[in-house]
Structures are given as C-alpha cells and as structure tokens.
C-alpha cells in the first residue's frame, strides 16, 4: 500500500510560476492500493455501499475494491471485451463498454453473469466512455470508429451518430439540459449533441492544434475541458459559448487528461507529463489552489461527495483515492 500527502504550501510552490497570486494553499491526502492483477486498472465508479469498480482495461476483467476491508474481488469477463471504462447504476448494476469486441454489458454483481448490448454498426467497433442521463439512457463515446451513441435502458435500444472516423470522440459529460457534450480529440473542436432531435453541433476551441481530452459540467452549465496538447484548462460559458482559457501547471508538458467537477464547482485534473499529479483549480478566484503527486497518469476519475473523495486508478496499477479539502 502507498499513501502520499502533500502539503497545500508545497502544492501551490509546485503550479504556474507565472501565477503570483494563487489563492490560500489547501491539502490534498492521497492514498494509492497496488492491484494484485496486472491491466491497467482505470475508470473507477463507487456503488451505493461505498464499493470502488474498476476496469482491467487490458486484463480484461472488472475489478471491486473494498475500501473497509482493503480487499479486491474480481469479475472475468468475456474474452476479447477489453473494457475501457464503467459506471455504477443504482441498481447497483456495473455497466462497461467492451472496447474491442464492439459491445457494452451489463455485470451483475451479486451472480457475476453479463448480459451484452452489440453495437449496430460494425464501424462502431470501440465504445469508449459511458455516462449516465438520468433520464433512462446511458451516452457513450465510439473512439476509432467515429460515433456518438445512445444506449436506451429500458428498451435495449442503441442510436449512433457519425461524427467522422477522423474525429476520436472520446470524454463525454451531460448537462442540465440532457446534452451531450463530448470531445473530438483528433480535432480542435467539441460537439454537443441535442437529446430530442439526436443532431450535434461543433464548437471550435482556440489554437488549431488543441487537443481536448475529458470534459465536465459545472452547477451553473459551464463546460470545462482540458487541452491534452496544449496543456489549458478551458471553459465554455452555457449562454454565450465564448471560451475562456488558463494555462495549467506545466503548459503544454503537463498533458492535462482526467478532468472532474466536485460538489462546489471547483474543478480537479490530473497532469499526466514527467511528474504525474493531481491539480486543484477554483473558479471563484481563476486560480490553481492545490496540487499532489500521485503514482502513475490518471485517465478518468470519479468524485463521491458523501465521502468527497476523488477515485482513479493510474498506469502504475494502483487504484488510488485523494480526500478533498
């Protein structure tokens, strides 16, 4: 077990130097599990008992962490699914999007079965990043393949939506609306996609060679995203669409990826560059307030607000939890 603290006084020292007046340093506590199997364990979602899911991206299998008794369980899967990522329903159902077989499933975890929704298209052969609605439907991203996808819970049911095999859509997060926001990584452009109509329209962000990898929405339907190539954090105001832009810790050697909104509004990233770490930014001020090294690069993390903690997994194998100030 590896478990990391960094003081807030330290973390500040460590952002944007050209940023004088970072607001009041905070701490971060970080604690990372190494996972006994080898898979790059990523993606992580906490059930209704406080249990952490995860997948074994190239293990192929699903993973259950217990954070009371610091145990592991593990679920196989099919062979050649490959999951990339999963959420937890409140059903407590594991939803998982089979990345080379072209399907999503559907773990039970009180039996270990899966039951499987294939893809409608052949082209959509990698379903990515699953989020749910909360009006009946999980979204979905196709990266390779070039689709934006509904998956309807009730009926079975799979949409897709070409963007173009070019595009890479690859972070997807919802608003208040019921939009779909979702990043075309291979571009410098975000698509948001209406739920009635089941069309998109494309917003381009600044720089032609901005790469933008994960996206998440704030309380007041502002729209965040983190430039990978770039190395900007990003917002999209929700009545004007004018994006403003701040330059993360690091610049463009930050590879800025996972990217999270907590439950007041501040947002949480992780660098992914030669020092991997997590990142505190505060709207109220525009200021970079927190920072901590974690083990590995961080893909995509989960916030639980009643024990307001970040959960991710990292490229060193190990699951890790950061309790938030």
Not at 55 to 78: A, H, T
Not at 292 to 310: C, D, Q
């Given at each position: 077990m590896r478990t990391r603290v960094l003081s807030g006084v330290a973390a500040v020292a460590a952002l944007c130097a050209c940023d004088s007046t970072a607001s009041e340093a905070q701490t971060i506590a970080?604690?990372?599990?190494?996972?006994?199997?080898?898979?790059?364990?990523?993606?992580?979602?906490?059930?209704a008992q406080g249990r952490v899911w995860?997948?074994?991206?190239?293990?192929?299998?699903?993973?259950?962490?217990?954070?009371?008794?610091?145990?592991?369980?593990?679920?196989?899967?099919?062979?050649?699914t490959y999951p990339h990522n999963l959420i937890v329903a409140r059903d407590g159902g594991v939803w998982y999007s089979g990345n080379h077989n072209a399907r999503i499933g559907r773990l039970d975890p009180a039996t270990g079965a899966a039951r499987t929704y294939p893809m409608p298209d052949?082209?959509?052969?990698?379903?990515?990043?699953?989020?749910?609605?909360?009006?009946?439907?999980?979204?979905?991203?196709?990266?390779?393949?070039?689709?934006?996808?509904?998956l309807?819970?009730?009926?079975?049911?799979?949409?897709?939506?070409?963007?173009?095999?070019?595009t890479y859509p690859y972070g997807i997060a919802i608003d208040s609306r019921g939009r779909a926001w979702v990043n075309l990584f291979?571009?410098?452009?975000?698509?948001?996609?209406?739920?009635?109509?089941?069309?998109?329209?494309?917003?381009?962000?600044?720089?032609?060679?901005?790469r933008t990898r994960r996206i998440a929405v704030t309380s007041d339907d502002a729209v965040w995203y983190v430039d990978y190539a770039g190395g900007m954090l990003g917002r999209i105001d929700p009545r004007t669409q004018a994006i403003k832009e701040w330059p993360v810790p690091g610049g463009a050697d930050g590879r800025p990826y996972a990217l999270v909104a907590d439950d007041q509004d501040r947002l949480w990233f992780a660098l992914t560059g030669a020092s991997p770490s997590l990142v505190g930014f505060d709207p109220q001020t525009g200021k970079?307030?927190?920072?901590?090294?974690?083990?590995?690069?961080?893909?995509?993390?989960?916030?639980?607000?009643?024990?307001?903690?970040?959960?991710?997994?990292t490229d060193a194998n190990h699951i890790g939890r950061a309790i938030l100030p």
């Open positions: 970080v604690k990372e599990w190494p996972v006994e199997w080898q898979g790059r364990p990523r993606d992580p979602s906490v059930d995860f997948v074994g991206q190239v293990g192929n299998y699903i993973g259950m962490f217990d954070p009371k008794s610091e145990r592991f369980q593990r679920f196989e899967l099919e062979e050649g052949p082209a959509a052969g990698d379903p990515h990043t699953l989020v749910f609605d909360g009006r009946g439907s999980i979204w979905f991203t196709v990266q390779q393949g070039g689709f934006i996808g509904r309807h819970l009730q009926s079975g049911k799979i949409e897709l939506l070409n963007t173009g095999k070019a291979a571009t410098n452009r975000i698509a948001v996609i209406d739920p009635g109509t089941f069309t998109k329209r494309e917003l381009t962000v600044p720089r032609a060679n901005a970079f307030f927190a920072q901590a090294p974690v083990s590995g690069g961080i893909r995509n993390m989960a916030y639980h607000r009643p024990t307001r903690a970040l959960w991710f997994g």
